[in-house]
């Protein structure tokens, strides 16, 4: 007994650091913040170490009657389009690099690298390439897709700057929902493609019949995590607009918003940007539930 | 065996059809990587040609616009790297910064999250199946507001005597701690520890070896693989991250790493492109080649994420 007791206070003694700072920067945040959403605090209370005050569902209404929240909502899920074409895009390259072919780890590797670019740098390198007299224009007048005498500020103009942001979400990452699947496609014993090959299926036949099936808990890994930071999105829109929500708000997103509530802007409103933030977690948490109901569903069809 | 059999007609059929088409669709193959490539690649490739350029020697005036000659510069220059050292020595200190706010998150990070997969995966105790969930759990959680209260908590911690200003809002361990203790990095390492051979930690027991000497002299040397693949990942996320060091460094711009610094560069900058491409590379130069060195460690702790 004494040994056991002895033993089980050295595995928690090992377990002590990583369990501290859980509880402190993981857990007390998420009900503490949790909390806030409930009460009125602000910068004045902090200071003054005054108690955040109960004030009930006093904050959601203020958010209910807020143009610019809602705004912000509707823009975090305008985002989720995104994710088909993410994750469309970055399986199909998965299945296209993941063969024997010279030279083939070279695309694999410079397919990542934009993932491990940091948002400062593609801020800074994407913005050349929006600029009015930038890259992407050259590119879509000399394809004949724009009028050559229009200068189009890419980030600047209301109606392009949140799809232009959403460009360089893209940009960053398939390569990473690319090697995830990359790994999925490696579990899919190389017999049951072939026995389908044998038996006269074509490519197309293939991928939608064994392919896709088998990497079922995979794109829905993916879908998850990819719908999870989209309807998170803040660094993005905070680094290519200067946190400005872009012209016209048009790239204001949730995030943002319990951003600028909290120390972004002028408020300093604690406790209106947990309410923000709570209605933001809702939201992820409904979303979460919808795409388990939807794979399930998939799977029992299949 | 019967399936075989019976399927081999189409094969030879398909065997001569491949090789007929084989050269135009390994064209086609290319083609349709070299695309991609283009997409992923053109604006680093682009910074970086920018950066080389000598502004003094552009077609039109000092513009970099005047695309795509300006992908060809007429004269190629390093003045732009000594420029931006010399004119902002506050990219030098930056960039010291962030090696070391990203040093101390691989090594903490390293010993915390080995630290806790020790026992989780090679003790028996009581309360370890409950420790897992809740650990595994966090994972889940609704980080919203998390940057926050995680400021709040900062900004508390400052006040504290003596250890206040080393962990507090402004100083690097503040940025650190934070991000530490993560379920990913306890996971991985477990899946590591759980890989060693019961047979070693025996011996080692009948040694007389006690947990903290069987820790470091058998387990961490044996862990060393994953150890590596969590450092990277760590170092690069932390070398790129933005917004919670812009944050939690509030009031020590002195201390703000080169991710936060790139952007108040692009500022400073603005009449001149190409100083900050150059500061831009200097900030891409080491993770990339540290990528490049050390992808199949990366991408392994990429995967261990997953399973």
């Known amino acids: 007994m004494l040994k056991t007791l002895r033993g089980a206070l050295s595995s928690y003694l090992f377990l002590l650091p990583a369990l501290l700072l859980l509880v402190v920067f993981t857990l007390y945040p998420v009900l503490y913040g949790a909390y806030l959403g409930f009460t009125e605090y602000t910068a004045a209370n902090f200071a003054t170490r005054s108690p955040p005050t109960w004030v009930g569902l006093d904050n959601f209404r203020t958010l209910a009657g807020d143009e610019l929240f809602r705004i912000s909502v509707l823009n975090s899920l305008k985002y989720l389009l995104v994710v088909p074409a993410l994750q469309i895009a970055s399986l199909a390259v998965a299945v296209l690099v993941n063969r024997q072919l010279p030279g083939i780890a070279f695309f694999r590797a410079a397919y990542y690298v934009p993932v491990i670019t940091s948002i400062s740098l593609a801020a800074v390198m994407w913005d050349w390439i929006y600029n009015k007299d930038g890259v992407l224009n050259w590119l879509l007048k000399g394809l004949r897709l724009m009028n050559p005498d229009s200068n189009l500020s890419w980030l600047l103009d209301p109606n392009t700057a949140f799809w232009a942001i959403m460009l360089v979400t893209f940009w960053r990452g398939f390569g990473y929902y690319m090697v995830l699947y990359m790994a999925g496609l490696q579990n899919i014993p190389e017999e049951l493609e072939e026995a389908a090959r044998l038996d006269g299926a074509s490519p197309w036949q293939t991928f939608w019949r064994i392919t896709v099936p088998l990497m079922q808990p995979t794109i829905l890994l993916c879908t998850l995590l990819s719908v999870l930071s989209a309807i998170r999105v803040l660094e993005e829109v905070l680094v290519f607009t200067n946190g400005t929500g872009g012209p016209l708000n048009s790239t204001y997103t949730a995030l943002l918003y319990v951003y600028k509530k909290s120390f972004g802007g002028l408020d300093f409103n604690y406790g209106l940007a947990s309410a923000a933030g709570l209605v933001v977690a809702a939201i992820a948490l409904v979303l979460s539930v919808i795409n388990f109901r939807l794979f399930r569903e998939g799977s029992v069809r299949a | ?307």
């Open chain 2, 1 to 307: 065996m019967t399936r075989v059999v019976r399927a081999a007609p189409p094969v030879a059929r398909t065997v001569t059809r491949r090789r007929v088409r084989h050269p135009l669709r390994q064209v086609l193959t290319y083609l349709v990587l070299f695309t991609i490539f283009l997409f992923a690649a053109f604006p680093l490739i682009w910074t970086f040609v920018i950066s080389v350029t000598d502004s003094n020697a552009v077609t039109t005036g000092r513009t970099v616009y005047d695309f795509p000659a300006s992908l060809f510069p007429q004269r190629v220059t390093l003045a732009n790297f000594v420029n931006v050292v010399q004119t902002y020595p506050a990219v030098g200190r930056a960039f010291l910064n962030s090696l070391l706010i990203s040093g101390l998150s691989v090594v903490l990070t390293v010993i915390v999250s080995a630290l806790a997969a020790y026992p989780l995966a090679r003790h028996d105790f009581r309360g370890k199946a409950v420790v897992f969930a809740v650990i595994l759990g966090t994972m889940v959680l609704p980080t919203e507001t998390s940057f926050l209260v995680n400021m709040l908590t900062l900004a508390k911690l400052k006040a504290w005597p003596v250890i206040g200003p080393l962990i507090g809002i402004g100083s690097y361990l503040g940025v650190v701690l934070p991000t530490v203790s993560t379920a990913f990095g306890i996971f991985l390492m477990r899946q590591a520890f759980l890989a060693i051979p019961q047979s070693l930690l025996e011996a080692a027991r009948i040694d007389g070896a006690g947990e903290a000497l069987i820790f470091r002299r058998v387990m961490l040397p044996l862990a060393i693989p994953s150890i590596a693949a969590l450092s990277i990942f760590t170092l690069v996320n932390t070398w790129n991250s933005y917004f919670w060091p812009s944050i939690a460094l509030t009031g020590a711009q002195n201390k703000l790493p080169l991710a936060v610094e790139m952007l108040k560069l692009k500022g400073a900058f603005n009449d001149n492109i190409f100083n900050t491409a150059a500061g831009a590379v200097i900030m891409m130069v080491p993770i990339l080649a540290l990528f490049l060195f050390a992808q199949r460690f990366f991408m392994r702790g990429l995967e261990g994420a997953t399973k």
